[in-house]
T-cell receptor
């Protein structure tokens, strides 16, 4: 049973556009929701994270929107740039991440110049 | 700081061979973990440790052993490699900052079992 479902699997966005990646979870005990960015041949890097006590968190061009009642959260990348082309993973965890992360399957994002 | 380091970067094993994937961190993080990444599967937790001498199983622990004798090191052992263990392995370390555990990943070890 997949506990974190991520969509779309791949996404192509024009430079300057908004990239949106969605995730849904099932475990209501999850209390920490990070997003990771991964470039080919590299390890995942933490991009932004949110706790369920807030509905939105913004860091630069990256925003997480969180809907606790729908058990969904999404990543928005504003003014998308070719350097944003990467694979993005959502994740979730209980205990603020202390018990390890459950990842979505990833979204391969391509920003066309 | 070097952060999280993993060795080797690449490894090819034959079925039945054993090996140890090394992971070290110099950030004095108590929490360390191992994940495997397979195409289209995301990352899956193998084992984790909340401190020296303490380990626990994750989602996919079968076929892997771990121990944590020091804060810095968290090796992952494959006792009898199988083709199903062909994967990219990532080690991560984290600390409880601001109420949650920010995890820092190493560069990975690409393992092929033939």
């Amino acid at each position: 049973q997949q506990q974190v479902k991520q969509s779309p699997q791949s996404l192509i966005v024009q430079k300057g556009g908004i990239s949106i990646i969605n995730c849904a979870y099932e475990n209501t005990a999850f209390d920490y929701f990070p997003w990771y960015q991964q470039f080919p041949g590299k390890g995942p890097a933490l991009l932004i994270a949110i706790r369920p006590d807030v509905s939105e968190k913004k860091e630069g061009r990256f925003t997480i929107s969180f809907n606790k009642s729908a058990k969904q959260f999404s990543l928005h990348i504003m003014d998308s740039q070719p350097g944003d082309s990467a694979t993005y993973f959502c994740a979730a965890s209980e205990g603020g991440g202390a018990d390890g992360l459950t990842f979505g399957k990833g979204t391969h994002l391509i920003i066309q110049p | 700081n070097a952060g999280v380091t993993q060795t080797p970067k690449f490894q090819v094993l034959k079925t039945g061979q054993s090996m140890t994937l090394q992971c070290a961190q110099d950030m004095n993080h108590e929490y360390m973990s191992w994940y495997r990444q397979d195409p289209g599967m995301g990352l899956r937790l193998i084992h984790y440790s909340v401190g020296a001498g303490i380990t626990d199983q994750g989602e996919v622990p079968n076929g892997y052993n771990v121990s944590r004798s020091t804060t810095e090191d968290f090796p992952l052992r494959l006792l009898s490699a199988a083709p199903s263990q062909t994967s990219v392995y990532f080690c991560a370390s984290s600390f409880p900052g601001l109420g949650y555990y920010e995890q820092y990943f190493g560069p990975g070890t690409r393992l092929t079992v033939t």
